[in-house]
């Protein structure tokens, strides 16, 4: 399974920006023809919601962890 079919349910973050440089390399540098680059940009679209998903899911739990009144230790809480 070339990079491009692979799932991305099974895709980290990294792997999806780094595809996703990849094919903003390729579409800059004007290789391959028109239908090939309308795929790699339907691709691009797919990483970028992928990638932007990763960071919200990031950004809500680093939402969750809190310091308590002490500061001796993080307090993590179900996000509301």
């Known amino acids: 399974m070339t990079e491009e079919n692979k799932s991305l349910e099974s895709v980290s973050f990294e792997e999806s920006?780094?595809?996703?440089?990849?094919?903003?390399?390729?579409l800059e540098?004007?290789?391959g023809s028109l239908d090939?680059?309308?795929?790699?940009?339907?691709r691009g679209s797919e990483l970028?919601?992928?990638c932007q998903t990763k960071l919200?899911?990031?950004r809500m739990k680093?939402?969750?962890?809190?310091?308590?009144?002490?500061?001796?230790?993080?307090?993590?809480?179900?996000?509301?």
């Open 17 to 26: 920006l780094a595809e996703l440089e990849a094919i903003v390399d390729r």
């Open 29 to 31: 540098s004007g290789q």
């Open 36 to 42: 090939e680059a309308i795929k790699a940009y339907e």
């Open 48 to 50: 970028k919601r992928h």
């Open 56 to 58: 919200d899911e990031a």
């Open 62 to 80: 680093v939402e969750k962890i809190r310091l308590p009144e002490n500061r001796n230790k993080p307090e993590v809480s179900d996000f509301e």
